[in-house]
């Protein structure tokens, strides 16, 4: 019996990740995560999986992002009784993550079903914040590097893919096979996290080609920030930073931070941090030390930089607060969150800004602001589009396709296929493409639910 690999997710898309690794009548499920963007998409998220949950024996989550673990509570409330396992990161970060992703869910249904503008009624969440609650119990976390048996005859890895906090490269020996699964991978030079590790030794890599046909500009993060925030200052606006909460967040307190130092911002300008998430998020940073690069000390000027708002009645206030400011919050696409009324609220002035803080996926309100949009809805009504919109370019968690070729190159050896997943579909095949060329490597861009024997 071979061992097959069906990609339940990821394929032709960023979001959805899930890789249904099977041998001999098991089941191990790489990542489980929610699709986000098109509606075409999301609707997956509603179709039942081509196989029962119960029959999935463990699950490995590569990192914390919704669109690789936010699947957990559904595919748990369906029937799942095995363990997700994830680095000691990814288990705090989903502790954090998944029960604001119920909410989310649980808001999104009720907001429908108050202006009447689903089409199902009533609107139902995917999953709530209970569901999400219970798949906490079933993470379990183990150090990188350590070798753990998820089922009998399985051996798993786990390995640093920078990215995020705990973001892991999975390593699954079975059947005689090693399958490496990349997870999504951080750039070496990234300001908060470490450098990926080196790939290890594997017959089929599952690579994610999110930037797999761009290069990032040699700009660093404040080079870029500090000019536009600079204008914005000088004319009184006020700046709209839809961030995402783990990572993004912090990369920009820490640069702010060090621009206030610096004097590339006035002190006195206000900051807020308007997510609960980020705000749990930024203070995790201390307990990891060591697994990413700022010291304890430069944590805490991270906190300090900004007033850190949890309450609904403070992010009301500040929404409404005239005068020059800037307001971080989630989420990062601008898909849901607080965000939202900031920027409904701040759209239609000329003197505002919105900062765009990394990869907007095509179908969210980020990829239309980032498109120059005229006009932006925002529960159920359309705001026009005045302010300025900044897309940061350095601001990406993600290696480019240089440093996505130069993590494969690395290897040990060929492997004998690699799947490229995770990217959009121009840029899954030019990573393929250089992977066909460059490397004489066979690779291919799979199919929605398509199977694969390794
Ligand atoms: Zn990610």
């Known amino acids: 019996m071979g061992v097959n690999i069906r990609f339940l997710g990821g394929a032709g898309t960023v979001t959805g990740s899930k890789y249904l690794v099977e041998h001999e009548g098991q089941r191990l499920l790489v990542d489980c995560g929610l699709f986000q963007g098109y509606k075409q998409l999301r609707l997956r998220n509603r179709d039942p999986l081509p196989v029962v949950p119960a029959q999935i024996g463990a699950v490995v989550l590569t990192h914390a992002h919704i669109d690789h673990s936010g699947y957990l509570p559904l595919l748990v409330r369906e029937g799942f009784k095995g363990k997700a396992w994830c680095t000691p990161g990814t288990r705090d970060l989903c502790r954090i993550l998944l029960p604001d992703s119920g909410h989310l869910q649980e808001e999104e249904a009720a907001y429908a079903n108050r202006k009447g503008f689903s089409k199902h009624q009533p609107a139902l969440p995917l999953y709530n914040v209970e569901d999400a609650r219970e798949s906490l119990k079933h993470l ?34 079975v059947g005689g096979k090693r399958l490496l699964f990349s997870g999504d991978l951080g750039r070496p030079d ?48 006020t700046a709209v930073v839809p961030v995402f909460a783990v990572g993004r967040a912090q990369a920009l307190l820490h640069a702010i931070a060090q621009l206030k130092a610096r004097g590339g911002l006035p002190a006195a300008l206000p900051v807020y941090l308007d997510s609960p998430m980020a705000v749990h998020t930024t203070e995790l940073y201390e307990h990891h030390l060591g697994e990413h690069r700022l010291s304890a000390a430069q944590c805490r000027d991270m906190e300090r930089a900004a007033h850190l708002v949890t309450s609904v009645e403070q992010s009301k206030a500040i929404a409404l607060q005239r005068g020059p400011k800037l307001i971080l919050a989630a989420s990062g696409m601008a898909t849901g969150g607080r965000v939202l009324h900031h920027l409904s609220q701040h759209l239609g002035d000329h003197r505002n800004m ?46 480019d396709a240089g440093q996505l070729m130069a993590w494969l190159r690395q290897l040990p050896r060929a492997p004998h296929r690699v799947f490229v997943t995770h990217g959009d579909m121009e840029a899954a095949d030019a990573l393929r493409l250089r992977i066909e060329h460059e490397l004489g490597w066979r690779a291919l861009v799979p199919e929605h639910n398509s199977t694969w024997m390794a």
Do not use: K, N
Request: hydrophobic share 45%; aromatic share 4%.
């Open 354 to 399: 919105v900062v765009l803080t990394g990869y907007q996926a095509p179908g969210t309100r980020g990829a239309r602001l980032a498109q120059g949009t005229a006009t932006l809805r925002i529960f159920g009504q359309d705001w026009p589009v005045r302010a300025e919109v900044v897309q940061l370019a350095s601001a990406s968690a993600h290696a």
């Open 140 to 173: 379990h976390a183990v150090p990188p590097h350590e070798v753990f048996e998820p089922l009998r005859g399985w051996r798993v890895r786990l390995s640093g893919a920078g990215h995020i906090l705990g973001a892991a490269s999975v390593l699954v020996e």
């Open 190 to 237: 990234d300001a908060l996290m470490h450098a990926p590790d080196a790939p290890p030794e594997a017959d089929v890599v599952v690579c994610e080609s999110t930037y797999g046909d761009r290069s990032h500009p040699q700009e660093d993060l404040l080079a870029e920030l500090g000019p536009a925030l600079a204008r914005l200052a000088a004319r009184g606006g």
